[in-house]
Nanobody
Framework: DVQLQASGGGSVEAGGSLRLSCAASEFTFDEDSIGWFRQAPGKGREGVSLISSTDGRTFYADSVKGRFTISSDNAKGTAYLQMNSLKPEDTAVYYC?????????????????????WGQGTQVTVSS
């Protein structure tokens, strides 16, 4: 099984930045999709962003467009989420997920059930 390790969370003030990392153990990205999700207290898990390791296609939730940037280092099996201009509403536990396939599109990239592996989550807290 592939194990995903998410890291980089922390506490910042509104307007600040954080960079999350998601490292896949003994795994390099080939034709895969790596997603970032988040879950705020009392809410469901929602899709934040996704990248296809095959062609670099990216998808973003409307709430983070223009502020967050997803990227990946395929040879290292690591994906990143650069989060700028953070807002208090970005406060959540952030999870990364891996799908063995690069067939997702705008209609399904945010669906939890299409992913094969999940990381353990990293807390992001943004104060006003």
């Amino acid at each position: 099984d592939v194990q995903l390790q998410a890291s980089g969370g922390g506490s910042v003030e509104a307007g600040g930045s954080l960079r999350l990392s998601c490292a896949a153990s003994e795994f390099t990205f080939d034709e895969d999709s790596i997603g970032w999700f988040r879950q705020a207290p009392g809410k469901g898990r929602e899709g934040v962003s996704l990248i296809s390791s095959t062609d670099g296609r990216t998808f973003y939730a409307d709430s983070v467009k223009g502020r967050f940037t997803i990227s990946s280092d395929n040879a290292k099996g690591t994906a990143y989420l650069q989060m700028n201009s953070l807002k208090p509403e970005d406060t959540a536990v952030y999870y990364c997920a891996l799908r063995l396939g690069s067939d997702l599109d705008g209609s399904n990239w945010f669906r939890l059930g299409v992913f094969d592996y999940w990381g353990q989550g990293t807390q992001v807290t943004v104060s006003s």
